[in-house]
T-cell receptor, first 115, second 114 residues
Framework: AQSVTQLDSHVSVSEGTPVLLRCNYS??????LFWYVQHPNKGLQLLLK??????LVKGINGFEAEFKKSETSFHLTKPSAHMSDAAEYFC?????????????FGKGTKLSVKP | DAGVIQSPRHEVTEMGQEVTLRCKPI?????LFWYRQTMMRGLELLIY????????DSGMPEDRFSAKMPNASFSTLKIQPSEPRDSAVYFC????????????FGPGTRLLVL
């Protein structure tokens, strides 16, 4: 069965410092993995997606994530945080296979950015 | 192209009333998903459709909830009768297909049942 675990419920960084949001997944096959972002009172927006091509995936707004099969991880990073990055971030794995591919969401990591 | 459209954006109703949430998916997308988001339970998948056919409704909390997709461009989620514990943000999402496809989310409907 597929599952995803976001290791931190809340991360706080200072503006201009690096961001690391951690995600581990469990999958019985080669998964599709996503990061979505949700700004306050908004819908979810796709940041980036991994689908078994390059292991380092670049997304919007300077974010990137690296797929590490040996560690079953898909951590999200950004070199320098901006105030506008404050939001909740969801790591997602595709259920795929015979279950028709609906998504499994992590519980989310709330990112705070201090001036 | 417009994204996923949901209406209403906000709904306040009294316990026992019927509530209907509406969704228009992105044109050409074959799959549609309804989610509920609360502080306590996070984001939960309620039901999803492929080519207008319900594929998995195991996330629908109880018989008070029903969803329909009469055509490729419209879906409804109905709660009858509504209860205070149904208060949540309800999201609709669509995708071009199923396995591993990106889902595109609407802005959500914020429901408050008094």
């Amino acid at each position: 069965a597929q599952s995803v675990t976001q290791l931190d419920s809340h991360v706080s960084v200072s503006e201009g410092t690096p961001v690391l949001l951690r995600c581990n997944y469990s999958s019985s096959y080669s998964p599709s993995l996503f990061w979505y972002v949700q700004h306050p009172n908004k819908g979810l927006q796709l940041l980036l997606k991994y689908t078994s091509a390059a292991t380092l995936v670049k997304g919007i707004n300077g974010f990137e994530a690296e797929f590490k099969k040996s560690e079953t991880s898909f951590h999200l990073t950004k070199p320098s945080a901006h105030m506008s990055d404050a939001a909740e971030y969801f790591c997602v794995v595709s259920r795929g296979g015979g279950s028709q591919g609906n998504l499994i969401f992590g519980k989310g990591t709330k990112l705070s950015v201090k001036p | 192209d417009a994204g996923v459209i949901q209406s209403p954006r906000h709904e306040v109703t009294e316990m026992g009333q019927e509530v209907t949430l509406r969704c228009k998916p992105i044109s050409g997308h074959n799959s549609l998903f309804w989610y509920r988001q609360t502080m306590m339970r996070g984001l939960e998948l309620l039901i999803y459709f492929n080519n207008n056919v319900p594929i998995d409704d195991s996330g629908m909390p109880e018989d008070r909830f029903s969803a329909k997709m009469p055509n490729a461009s419209f879906s409804t989620l109905k709660i009858q009768p509504s209860e205070p514990r149904d208060s949540a943000v309800y999201f609709c999402a669509s995708s071009p297909g199923l396995a591993g496809e990106t889902q595109y989310f609407g802005p959500g409907t914020r429901l408050l049942v008094l």
